[in-house]
């Protein structure tokens, strides 16, 4: 006689199930030898990649790198979307859980990204550029879309020298808070200003250029003292404004 007897086999792990996306960006940082966040933090960063995808932002990002972080500065230049890396030139410095600083002469981030070249997203009439600013030096300049044009930056002013994708002088609202801010052309004639939870105001400039090589610390003006927590550009985000502020507060909140 033969008895057939079933037998169950249960497995249990603790190890947590991530986004492919984010797990992707484990991955990577383990190949290039990177210290990854801790346990607890890499929780909180799956979380914000699940928020920006549920929030339609993370489909319309070209780059994307998260500078506050418990992870090793080398894990801070990862960008997330591309699965590369920025490059801090001339030392920025690096603070864990906020992100980077300039010196305000000479140290930058460099996205390695060119909206003209790069662009998947980015286009003439449809970009954003955002900063998270963790601190606000006594600099104006934050950050660049393109490097050559003195009028694509995001600057702390109302100068004709803020802008995205275009040469011409247009007065916006001051960014005055720390925090999120973004600039978002959604159209060949205007762009959204966002400080924070706010539209700052609808600016009227002309498109008149595209994108270029894009920094983060640094304008074709001068170099920025501010600590900066994250980056991105790509699409219009404009509809999307107020769930990526939400997503990013979140995470920064938190940390």
Same mark, same amino acid.
């Given at each position: 006689?033969?008895?057939?007897?079933?037998?169950?086999?249960?497995?249990?792990?603790?190890?947590?199930?991530?986004?492919?996306?984010?797990?992707?960006?484990?991955?990577?940082?383990?190949?290039?030898?990177?210290?990854?966040?801790?346990?607890?933090?890499?929780?909180?960063?799956?979380?914000?990649?699940?928020?920006?995808?549920?929030?339609?932002?993370?489909?319309?990002?070209?780059?994307?790198?998260?500078?506050?972080?418990?992870?090793?500065?080398?894990?801070?230049?990862?960008?997330?979307?591309?699965?590369?890396?920025?490059?801090?030139?001339?030392?920025?410095?690096?603070?864990?859980?906020?992100?980077?600083?300039?010196?305000?002469? !000479?140290? /930058?981030?460099?996205? %390695? $990204? #060119?909206?003209?070249? &790069?662009?998947?997203?980015?286009? *003439?009439? =449809?970009?954003?550029?955002?900063?998270?600013?963790?601190?606000?030096?006594?600099?104006?300049?934050?950050?660049?879309?393109?490097?050559?044009?003195?009028?694509?930056?995001?600057?702390?002013?109302?100068?004709?020298?803020?802008?995205?994708?275009?040469?011409?002088?247009?007065?916006?609202?001051?960014?005055?808070?720390?925090?999120?801010?973004?600039? !978002?052309? /959604?159209?060949?004639? %205007? $762009? #959204?200003?966002?400080? &924070?939870?706010?539209?700052?105001? *609808?600016? =009227?400039?002309?498109?008149?250029?595209?994108?270029?090589?894009?920094?983060?610390?640094?304008?074709?003006?001068?170099?920025?003292?501010?600590?900066?927590?994250?980056?991105?550009?790509?699409?219009?985000?404009?509809?999307?404004?107020?769930?990526?502020?939400?997503?990013?507060?979140?995470?920064?909140?938190?940390?």
């Amino acid at each position: 006689m033969i008895t057939v007897y079933s037998n169950t086999i249960s497995v249990t792990t603790d190890a947590p199930l991530f986004d492919a996306d984010y797990q992707a960006v484990l991955n990577y940082a383990t190949t290039q030898g990177y210290a990854l966040p801790s346990a607890g933090q890499q929780t909180l960063q799956n979380q914000l990649v699940v928020d920006l995808k549920a929030g339609g932002i993370w489909s319309k990002l070209d780059t994307f790198a998260v500078f506050a972080t418990d992870g090793d500065s080398d894990f801070a230049l990862i960008d997330w979307k591309r699965l590369t890396d920025y490059t801090a030139v001339n030392s920025p410095t690096f603070t864990a859980d906020e992100g980077f600083t300039g010196n305000g002469t !000479s140290s /930058y981030v460099d996205c %390695n $990204y #060119n909206g003209l070249t &790069n662009g998947v997203n980015y286009a *003439n009439d =449809s970009a954003h550029q955002m900063v998270w600013a963790m601190v606000f030096g006594a600099s104006i300049e934050l950050a660049t879309n393109n490097l050559s044009q003195p009028r694509q930056s995001i600057r702390r002013s109302t100068s004709g020298n803020n802008g995205i994708n275009s040469t011409t002088a247009a007065a916006g609202t001051s960014n005055s808070a720390v925090g999120f801010i973004m600039f !978002s052309r /959604y159209n060949s004639t %205007n $762009y #959204n200003q966002y400080n &924070n939870n706010s539209l700052l105001g *609808n600016v =009227s400039q002309p498109r008149n250029s595209t994108g270029g090589t894009s920094l983060v610390l640094r304008t074709n003006l001068g170099y920025s003292n501010s600590t900066i927590a994250a980056a991105s550009l790509g699409a219009d985000l404009s509809s999307e404004a107020s769930s990526y502020y939400t997503a990013l507060n979140t995470y920064i909140s938190a940390l």
